[in-house]
């Protein structure tokens, strides 16, 4: 997986797994090792989506990727 | 604190449902100071915030006169150096208060319990900001502190005879929290001796001294077995003595310095008759019952910030609509003497008073209560001991302050029942929709029975239950009432699916735990797992219900309760400590956070690989080490087994099975009185707190994420077939033969639920959670955009409140974790 | 100073060695009078807070 941010790229278990707060979507809150940033990850697809910034949200229905885990049911 | 649009209305603010900016433009202008001038002491996301500091006053007297009464007996002793901080501890008076009293010298301070446990104290060290100036003279005064007090606190007494590997265990932090002493915890008030009864201190202390004088003549009499306990009684007599008496002097206290204030330094003459007025209720209560409203609330807040100065109380079990109502009645209704508006003032600042309350806590319990410093859940309605409905215009004025001062603490329980009024239930309504989190609504029918079936409480006293903390009832009656919360029997159940999934290994705190059940990967059936859950379950709730059962047993012996005592009828009576189990029935119970997870971790595993045979036990085992690394889709296969809360009979059934098999073990296990231990599953934030430590588990969680929110709710977003499906799954449950409480939240639409159509849609919603016989509901009324936005902008949102689990804090002070977890609720279109 | 030579001590009616000295404060959120006993022949420490008249 490469980092959206600096680039690092590692196996997916190589970005510290954070928190998912939302247990029915396949997306969770990595790490980066390299640069710390803390980024939003698919999980099936192994790939990450984007960065979270600490005053935006973390995740699923909260605020900042609203919508974000569309896999999960509302 | 952000400012409200200047030019919105309250009707324009309750369209857009912004109720905290209405409170400010309705409450009095009293009310509103003594609002804005609470220093919140509860931890932001486990921090301080800036300006509290620890009290170093209260630890400093209470040692130096400890250290000098050394061969007192434990009780004596106590009591003298508690009586010697109240009677040196600074004390104040807020401007405009009417109502007086905390436990720390100065408003911003937060007690530090000196003699609890030397692994808290330590903890002082490592909290940044909020040591007082000068910090480096204060942090030499509380090393000293605490060396004196290393080994000798009540834990570390506590922890040298205990079994040293049920020590490292429950040390361990795995299967449970909490510490076994009354030291920590909190206590049930005997409020029918204090209240119902009209005993003041001074009718106590007639009490004590005749006694005294009957056990005195006994000891010089003729000689026999039954004079011997008297010798070591008529010692804590005489320290029940001491503490009243001191107490009385505290009262004294405020009214000199209400005294002083008004005749040197005020010069408002309306305040300065409030001020002669306070002065004559302090010279009034405690020493005798109380007159009027203004004495019973503050003889109840005296009652309650001394049994906070000798122990670290972390709840607040009180039912003021009831214990109060006399006294409002006669001011408000028979003599006039206060209009509602002056009454409602009180009894918004009798909420304040409880508000400001705080005390140090280890970081463990700051996490688990993330924004608040305790559980002050009072309760308010239910039925008197006749079963007639004790509802009455002061329960309509607490639900009324709550809604103008919007404090996170405390928060009401509402016991319902089939005769409350519906003026009643819309001001309950209220308080929902306007986003309190709070009342709970019990039921109040299914509890009373619970009592009796569990404890054995009679009809009469089980009627006079009160919230012991979040969800526990208890009565307030000689018998009846709990001395110390068993803090320590919490217990963290998602360990009993992980430890029958992991041969009792912790994988998380590397060590072997529960007992050998076999290796998982090698279970051929369901059964097999079962069983193996079954002995993990039992093994759990042995370990830390030992636990608390040694440390109740030795209190009167390691810690003690002068104070307290001196206010129980039976401990009067009987010159035991308050703590001692003798002439209490028992009223425990066991704390089961994180319970869920294992019917549907269960449900999963049955349905996937025993069942679908999609996947093996072995393959399991393994996806569960790798905290579901490399396994995404077969995590999601196990989060879209059959899940609690949807009405499925697959899984609702195992959870009934469990509860079924904790329920027995419950009747097994025996308290210090003999009497049972059931479950109660609730959370409070313990669902955060123990993400990280809490493995992965077969209903799709990882290791770090947030565990569900409690009780018996569901896991938060699984509840996918609507609300009555989620009651109906819920009303499979026994609420009064399968536990003691079960806790459960429901996240409702404000938009839904707006206007008159809101409120029957609501009642209708209650009458079925009542005919499903289920004994708790409690409701989130807040938006997930509102939620949102306070996210973006905490400045502007920082009176939102939420109900968390069991207690409700504001939005801001609780975790990302907590709030994101708080979001992903589904909200239930009713 | 000692604190019987100070307007903001108040001696015990019963024992006027002994007193309570009262303190007004403003802190960020809260204006309030402390108060706490002292010995009258002692002498006030540099610490203690002077006395500010109320802002009506």
């Given at each position: ?74 | ?19 905290w900016?209405?409170a400010?433009?309705?409450r009095?202008?009293?009310l509103?100071?003594l609002r804005k001038a609470v220093w919140k002491k509860g931890a932001v996301g486990g921090?301080y915030a800036?300006?509290i500091?620890v009290d170093?006053?209260l ?35 807020t401007?405009?208060a009417q109502l007086v009293g905390y436990m720390g010298?100065?408003p911003h301070t937060i007690l530090w319990r000196?003699?609890g446990?030397?692994?808290v ?56 929290w909490g510490a076994?002493t009354s030291a920590y915890g909190y206590s049930g008030k005997d409020y029918e001796?204090l209240f ?90 405690p ?6 409203l203004q004495?019973s609330f503050q003889y109840d807040h005296f009652v309650q910030m001394l049994a906070r100065l000798e122990a670290h109380e972390g709840a607040w079990p009180a039912r003021p609509d009831y214990y109060h109502w006399?006294?409002y ?15 409602l003032d009180l009894v918004g600042e009798f909420l304040i008073r409880a508000y400001e309350v705080g005390g140090f806590g280890p970081?463990w319990a700051r996490e688990g209560l993330q924004g608040i410093t305790g559980t002050w859940v009072w309760t308010l309605g239910g ?7 004790a509802c009455?215009?002061l329960t309509v004025a607490l639900l009324q302050a709550a809604r103008l001062v919007r404090v996170s603490n405390p928060t009401f329980g509402f016991r319902w ?10 001001e309950v309504?209220e308080c929902i929709?306007h986003g309190l989190g709070y009342p709970s609504i019990r039921?109040d029918?299914?509890l ?16 006079t239950w009160v919230h012991q903390a979040c969800m526990s009832p208890c009565p307030t009656?000689?018998?009846g009432v709990q001395p110390m919360r068993m803090a320590s029997?919490t ?70 309760r002068?104070f307290l005592?001196?206010t129980y ?9 308050a ?8 009223n425990?119970w066991?704390t089961?956070f ?86 109660l599953?609730e959370n409070v934030s313990g669902n955060i707190h ?19 929110d409690g009780g ?28 003691r409480a079960?806790l459960?939240n ?29 004994d708790h509901v409690q409701f989130n ?17 920082q009176e939102v409140i939420v109900r968390v689990a069991g207690y409700s804090a504001h939005f801001v002070d609780i975790?990302?974790?907590t709030?994101?977890?708080i ?8 | ?28 959120r809260q ?26």
């Amino acid at each position: 997986m490469k980092c959206t941010e600096c680039g690092f790229e590692a196996p997916v278990a190589k970005f510290r797994y954070l928190y998912n707060a939302r247990i029915d979507a396949s997306i969770t809150l990595r790490q980066c090792p390299q640069c710390q940033a803390w980024l939003a990850v698919d999980e099936l697809a192994g790939s990450a989506q984007q960065k979270v910034g600490p005053g935006e949200a973390p995740w699923g229905k909260s605020a900042g990727i609203e919508g974000l885990a569309k896999d999960a049911a509302s | 604190m952000a400012e409200p649009v200047k030019d919105l209305n309250v009707d324009d603010l309750e369209k857009k449902q912004e109720w905290w900016w209405i409170a400010e433009k309705k409450r009095s202008k009293r009310l509103d100071y003594l609002r804005k001038a609470v220093w919140k002491k509860g931890a932001v996301g486990g921090n301080y915030a800036p300006g509290i500091k620890v009290d170093l006053e209260l630890p400093t007297l209470f040692t130096q006169m400890y250290n000098w009464w050394k061969f007192d007996p434990p009780m004596l002793r106590r009591a003298k150096a508690n009586a010697h901080v109240l009677d040196n501890i600074t004390i104040f008076i807020t401007d405009h208060a009417q109502l007086v009293g905390y436990m720390g010298s100065l408003p911003h301070t937060i007690l530090w319990r000196v003699d609890g446990a030397s692994i808290v104290n330590e903890e002082l060290y490592n909290e940044p900001g909020i040591i007082p100036e000068p910090v480096e003279e204060n942090l030499k005064k509380i090393a000293d502190l605490n060396s004196f007090w290393a080994g000798q606190t009540a834990v570390d007494k506590v922890a040298r005879l205990l079994d040293p590997e049920d020590a490292v265990k429950f040390l361990s932090g795995a299967i449970g929290w909490g510490a076994p002493t009354s030291a920590y915890g909190y206590s049930g008030k005997d409020y029918e001796f204090l209240f119902a009864k009209r005993n003041g201190f001074s009718d106590i202390l007639a009490m004590i001294e005749e006694r005294l004088e009957n056990a005195e003549d006994r000891t010089i009499g003729t000689p026999g077995p039954d004079i011997l306990p008297l010798y070591e009684r008529i010692q804590n007599w005489e320290a029940m003595k001491v503490i009243l008496e001191a107490a009385i002097r505290y009262a004294n206290r405020y009214a000199r310095l209400a005294r002083t204030i008004a005749e040197n330094y005020e010069t408002d003459p309306v305040r300065k008759e409030e001020l002669i007025r306070l002065a004559e209720t302090c010279e009034h209560v405690p020493a005798h019952a109380p007159r009027n409203l203004q004495e019973s609330f503050q003889y109840d807040h005296f009652v309650q910030m001394l049994a906070r100065l000798e122990a670290h109380e972390g709840a607040w079990p009180a039912r003021p609509d009831y214990y109060h109502w006399p006294y409002y009645n006669k001011d408000v209704n028979i003599d006039k003497r206060l209009t509602r508006g002056e009454a409602l003032d009180l009894v918004g600042e009798f909420l304040i008073r409880a508000y400001e309350v705080g005390g140090f806590g280890p970081r463990w319990a700051r996490e688990g209560l993330q924004g608040i410093t305790g559980t002050w859940v009072w309760t308010l309605g239910g039925v008197k001991k006749d079963g007639s409905d004790a509802c009455n215009d002061l329960t309509v004025a607490l639900l009324q302050a709550a809604r103008l001062v919007r404090v996170s603490n405390p928060t009401f329980g509402f016991r319902w029942h089939p005769k409350v009024s519906d003026a009643v239930m819309r001001e309950v309504f209220e308080c929902i929709r306007h986003g309190l989190g709070y009342p709970s609504i019990r039921n109040d029918p299914v509890l009373v029975k619970n009592a009796m079936h569990w404890h054995g409480h009679p009809l009469e006293e089980a009627r006079t239950w009160v919230h012991q903390a979040c969800m526990s009832p208890c009565p307030t009656t000689k018998s009846g009432v709990q001395p110390m919360r068993m803090a320590s029997a919490t217990a963290n159940c998602a360990k009993m699916i992980e430890y029958a999934l992991s041969n009792g290994y912790d994988h998380v705190v590397q060590m072997q735990m529960g007992p050998k059940t076999g290796d998982p990967a090698k279970f051929a059936t369901f059964e097999e797992l079962f069983t193996a859950w079954v002995a993990q379950m039992e093994w759990i709730m042995n370990t830390l219900v030992r636990t608390v059962n040694l440390g109740r047993y030795k209190d009167p012996e390691f810690y003690g309760r002068p104070f307290l005592s001196a206010t129980y009828e039976r401990s009067v009576e009987s010159g035991l400590d308050a703590v001692s189990p003798v002439g209490e029935r028992g009223n425990c119970w066991v704390t089961f956070f994180t319970w869920v997870e294992n019917a549907d971790s269960l449900a999963a595993v049955k349905k996937l690989v025993f069942d679908d045979k999609k996947y093996t036990m072995a393959e399991l085992v393994s996806a569960m080490r790798k905290n579901w690394d490399g396994n995404e889709q077969m995590r999601l296969d196990f989060v879209n087994a059959p899940k609690w809360g949807n009405d499925d009979d697959y899984v609702d059934d195992i959870m009934i099975r469990c509860l079924r098999e904790v329920a027995r073990h419950s009747k097994e296990i025996k308290c210090p009185c003999g009497n049972n231990w059931p479950a109660l599953p609730e959370n409070v934030s313990g669902n955060i707190h123990y993400s990280s430590i809490v493995g992965s588990l077969p209903n799709g969680r990882r290791l770090g994420d947030a565990l569900y929110d409690g009780g018996i709710s569901p896991g938060p977003g699984l509840d996918k077939k609507g609300p009555t499906a989620v009651l109906k799954s819920c009303g499979k449950i026994d609420h009064v033969g399968d536990g003691r409480a079960f806790l459960l939240n429901q996240r409702l639409s404000p938009t839904q639920l707006a206007g008159e159509k809101g409120y029957q849609l609501w009642k209708a919603y209650i009458r079925t959670w009542a005919d499903l016989g289920l004994d708790h509901v409690q409701f989130n009324m807040v938006s997930d955009e509102t939620l949102r936005a306070a996210q973006k902008d905490p400045e502007k949102y920082q009176e939102v409140i939420v109900r968390v689990a069991g207690y409700s804090a504001h939005f801001v002070d609780i975790s990302r974790k907590t709030q994101d977890n708080i979001i992903q609720r589904t909200i239930q279109g009713i | 100073m000692k604190y019987k030579e100070s307007k903001n001590f108040f001696p015990n009616p019963d024992n006027p060695q002994r007193g309570d000295y009262v303190e007004r404060v403003v802190d960020p959120r809260q204006a309030y009078y402390k108060s706490r006993p002292v010995n009258a022949d002692d002498e006030i420490p540099e610490t203690a807070a002077e006395f500010v008249k109320p802002q009506k």
